[in-house]
């Protein structure tokens, strides 16, 4: 059932993930707060996101839930609890607001959790969605280098158990799950500077060619490809962000 988490947790992908905040990653959240809200993030990682809903919430409660908690931080006004998605240390209907950022794209079972998310939020209670398509990324130049660095990439993704192109499946999935007043858009966001996501693809094709026994030669060739991304010019890349709001 558990997925692996393809990113890792090596110095980039931490650095990555510190730099996001709610201003920058939830802002169609922040809008839908209020005082006294209990509200859940779950696959906090290291919390900077989770901890930009406390100002808002005032005396209401922020709990961030995450499998790894090395990440978060010794000393927060925020809870922080290690719990796996699909099984919620949270009372049935007890929850104002369920968001989630950067977490369906690596997931095994999307719809398990969606109910998991279901159960914890009351009656009118709302699930707020950020997930990534990176079919839909933009990246200029997009060479044959960087397509056949990207193909290695998803082939990653899709191992440890997730879906690159979980944004284009969202909708449906909430659907299915039950859920009413479903609105959603796209958001393109410079997630990172053009070589410094080949440079991050790179470094994931190379440990992974170095770990694996299966699919080396289709990895050793994205590497390649990787590489030669890395030290070309530079360019410009913005990932999809299908941002979601729904009613349980």
Same mark, same amino acid.
């Given at each position: 059932?558990?997925?692996?988490?393809?990113?890792?947790?090596?110095?980039?992908?931490?650095?990555?993930?510190?730099?996001?905040?709610?201003?920058?990653?939830?802002?169609?959240?922040?809008?839908?707060?209020?005082?006294?809200?209990?509200?859940?993030?779950?696959?906090?990682?290291?919390?900077?996101?989770?901890?930009?809903?406390?100002?808002?919430?005032?005396?209401?409660?922020?709990?961030?839930?995450?499998?790894?908690?090395?990440?978060?931080?010794?000393?927060?006004?925020?809870?922080? =609890?290690? &719990?796996?998605?699909? $099984?919620?240390?949270? #009372? %049935?209907?007890?929850?104002?607001?369920?968001? *989630?950022? +950067?977490?369906?794209?690596?997931?095994?079972?999307?719809?398990?959790?969606?109910?998991?998310?279901?159960?914890?939020?009351?009656?009118?209670?709302?699930?707020?969605?950020?997930?990534?398509?990176?079919?839909?990324?933009?990246?200029?130049?997009?060479?044959?280098?960087?397509?056949?660095?990207?193909?290695?990439?998803?082939?990653?993704?899709?191992?440890?158990?997730?879906?690159?192109?979980?944004?284009?499946?969202?909708?449906?999935?909430?659907?299915?799950?039950?859920?009413?007043?479903?609105?959603?858009?796209?958001?393109?966001?410079?997630?990172?500077?053009?070589?410094?996501?080949?440079?991050? =693809?790179? &470094?994931?094709?190379? $440990?992974?060619?170095? #770990? %694996?026994?299966?699919?080396?030669?289709?990895? *050793?060739? +994205?590497?390649?490809?990787?590489?030669?991304?890395?030290?070309?010019?530079?360019?410009?890349?913005?990932?999809?962000?299908?941002?979601?709001?729904?009613?349980?």
């Amino acid at each position: 059932m558990l997925e692996g988490y393809a990113p890792g947790f090596s110095d980039d992908a931490l650095s990555m993930m510190t730099a996001r905040t709610a201003t920058d990653r939830a802002g169609f959240v922040l809008r839908l707060l209020e005082p006294g809200m209990r509200v859940l993030d779950v696959g906090c990682g290291p919390g900077t996101i989770t901890r930009g809903f406390v100002p808002v919430v005032g005396d209401g409660r922020v709990l961030g839930i995450d499998l790894c908690p090395d990440q978060f931080p010794k000393e927060s006004t925020v809870d922080f =609890v290690a &719990a796996s998605a699909y $099984a919620l240390p949270v #009372a %049935s209907e007890s929850i104002d607001l369920v968001f *989630a950022h +950067a977490l369906f794209e690596h997931l095994r079972e999307p719809a398990l959790v969606l109910r998991e998310f279901r159960r914890v939020l009351r009656p009118g209670g709302t699930l707020a969605l950020s997930t990534s398509d990176w079919s839909r990324a933009v990246l200029r130049p997009k060479t044959v280098n960087v397509v056949a660095a990207l193909r290695g990439h998803y082939l990653l993704r899709r191992r440890a158990g997730g879906d690159p192109f979980a944004g284009k499946q969202i909708v449906g999935h909430v659907e299915q799950a039950g859920f009413a007043d479903i609105r959603s858009h796209a958001r393109f966001r410079p997630d990172m500077p053009y070589r410094d996501l080949a440079r991050y =693809v790179e &470094a994931r094709l190379d $440990a992974a060619l170095t #770990a %694996s026994k299966v699919d080396r030669d289709q990895l *050793a060739s +994205a590497a390649r490809s990787a590489w030669a991304w890395s030290h070309s010019g530079d360019g410009d890349f913005s990932q999809c962000w299908i941002e979601l709001t729904a009613v349980r």
